[in-house]
């Protein structure tokens, strides 16, 4: 890779209520959206939460946490420590992957611009405090 250089990073759009439209939620309203990355302190991400799903004036009955690459295992901490101090939350859990186009240029002439597909794996865990479906795939209670 020494005769490229990185050029163009294709970032293809995630749609975050995509993997729950078969749970049984309705996610178009009172969902709150954490995005958890490797730099985000936890405590932060859980006062966001926790303000959200216990303030009755914003009345959040979802919140959906969404981590990848590095960031899945903070994300993971985020949503067991939030399950402990809100009791009776039902959970389902949506892995997979979010593909980035890289386009690397050539620095010496003849050469063709290559194309590289990474695949970045991904979390979305659904937190509700209402009930879920239960025979969804990656349900717990």
Known sequence: MENY?????????IDHNLPFSKCGADLTSNVLLITVRGGSKIQTLLDVALQ???????????VVFFGEGPAIG???????ILKRRI????????VSFHE???I??????GLKPL???????????LL???PLNQSEPGYQQ
């Open 100 to 102: 980035i186009d890289e």
């Open 74 to 80: 903070k994300t993971i901490s985020c949503v067991e």
């Open 52 to 62: 959200g799903m216990n303030d009755p004036s914003r009345n959040h009955r979802h």
């Open 115 to 125: 194309k590289v597909a990474r695949k970045v794996p991904m979390i979305h865990v």
């Open 104 to 109: 690397w240029n050539p620095k010496l002439e």
């Open 5 to 13: 250089q990185k050029g163009e990073t294709v970032d293809k759009d």
């Open 87 to 94: 009791k009776h939350l039902h959970q389902i859990n949506k």
């Open 128 to 130: 509700s405090k209402d």
